[in-house]
């Protein structure tokens, strides 16, 4: 229901290829609340955060931590609506919006909030402040057709509806790069890009006739995005290295009914989530492979945040679920992560040249079974490696490299 809070594979050189250590990846903590949660936001750092949703019996419902996310305190908030988006410019000024055109916002970190006046009783999606100024844009899906997105000037003390599209386009949210810059997604692969705060827009080419839901860009370079959405098959994830001036690339993934949530939290890592579950992350700019959540976590995960990079993120979502990892989160294959030290080897055998054109390049000590899995996880090459250098000739893709009980993880370039 969320995007995530802010705005390709690393070149790796003689990958050792190790066992799993057993890292965190992600954590289940505490919320105190029974809540579905849709939107979670931390500001300014990893400490002090935010997370909305609706209760059980019904109603807005907002918690707040200030130790990282280990606890959790409800806030006092008077509506009767589900709340979508939470979105603070610092640890004190913040907005959420939700379902029926509910819009509020605080000044006090949450100790009160105010409504705000907007237009019309759309559900609105997602808040944003691209730049952390008096510009903001909220995303909306409308009742009755027409692509929409409203936009404050003024901090939030006035809301001015903008119509995206044509009279066949249908909005579902908004994805902001900078004040000026971003797009607006909607039913039937609609996307509408602005390079001047919705003064004027244009149709981009998602290749996709899918709903797109939700869409968000690195903080490093407003080029980079991804956009999300369901086509009832599959779900959808989109790539654009240009702003998508140029049509967006297909996004290799293990098949989902759905994406809920998207974060782009630098230009070389991406975090999608959904049902069951499911929190995927990229491993190059076109493949997303499924990350470790616990065991005990079967509900819908609708939103994500990483406050600053890629070390730390938090999720939230489906009855009061919160997560967390401070490493970036681990493929559901075991491996290692990059830029880490090896602690054991198992084997005496390197990924070499990573990425690798037209396939992997494999150094060995000795004699070992080899095998290759794509992006599903499923085996698409089985065989002995020799002593000294092999090579495996593979198309173009992410892959996770298996010798015995040690995995690693190798990109295949044209």
């Known amino acids: 229901m ?8 690393a070149v790796i050189g003689s990958l050792l290829l190790l066992c799993s250590l057993g890292f965190g990846a992600w954590v289940q903590v505490t919320s105190g609340t029974s809540a579905d949660l849709y939107g979670v936001h931390f500001p300014e750092g990893t400490l002090v955060g935010y997370a909305v949703g609706s209760s059980p019996e019904g109603g807005s419902v907002v918690i707040k931590t200030t130790d990282g996310g280990t606890t959790w305190a409800p806030q006092t908030v008077a509506n009767l609506n589900a709340l979508y988006s939470v979105y603070f410019k610092d640890n004190m000024n913040g907005y959420a919006v939700g379902a029926a055109g509910t819009a509020i916002r605080t000044t006090n970190g949450g100790d009160t909030w105010t409504d705000m006046t907007v237009t019309g009783t759309d559900n609105l999606t997602r808040v944003q402040f691209p730049e952390n100024g008096q510009i903001g844009y909220i995303g909306l899906h409308p009742r009755a057709g027409r692509g929409k997105v409203l936009k404050t000037t003024d901090g939030g003390a006035s809301w001015e509806e903008k119509t995206v599209g044509g009279l066949l386009n249908t909005s579902r949210s908004c994805g902001m790069a900078t004040d000026n810059i971003g797009i607006v997604v ?17 149709f981009q080419g998602p290749q996709t006739v899918a709903d797109l839901t939700a869409a968000a860009f690195s903080p490093d370079d407003p080029n980079t995005g991804y956009l999300i959405g369901n086509d009832t098959v599959e779900g959808v994830i989109r790539y654009t290295a240009d702003g998508g001036a ?19 939290p630098t230009t070389n890592a991406a975090y999608v989530c959904g049902p069951d579950g499911r929190i995927d992350r990229s491993v190059s700019a076109t493949d997303f492979y499924r990350t470790t959540v616990p065991s005990g976590v079967t509900g819908a995960i609708y939103g994500l945040c990483f406050p600053v990079g890629e070390d730390t ?8 679920t919160i997560l967390r990892t401070y490493d970036k989160g681990i493929p559901w294959i075991p491996g290692i992560e990059e830029g880490k030290a090896p602690a054991i080897t198992r084997a005496g055998i390197r990924v070499l040249s990573n990425p690798c054109r037209h396939g992997i390049a494999l150094e060995s000590d000795a004699a070992v079974s080899v095998s290759v899995f794509d992006a599903a996880g499923r085996v698409v ?6 002593r ?3 090579f495996l000739p593979l198309p173009t893709g992410a892959y996770f490299v298996k010798a015995g009980g040690a995995t690693a993880r190798a990109v295949v370039t044209d």
């Open 186 to 202: 909607g039913n039937g692969g609609f996307v509408s890009g602005t390079t001047n705060g919705f003064d004027s827009s244009a």
């Open 313 to 320: 993120g938090y999720a939230v979502g489906a009855a009061g």
């Open 381 to 386: 090459m089985s065989r002995a490696a020799t």
């Open 246 to 264: 140029s049509l967006w690339q297909i996004v290799r993934h293990y098949p989902i009914t759905t994406y809920y949530g998207v974060d782009v």
């Open 2 to 9: 969320s995007v995530g809070c802010r705005r390709n594979a």
């Open 388 to 390: 000294g250098l092999n």
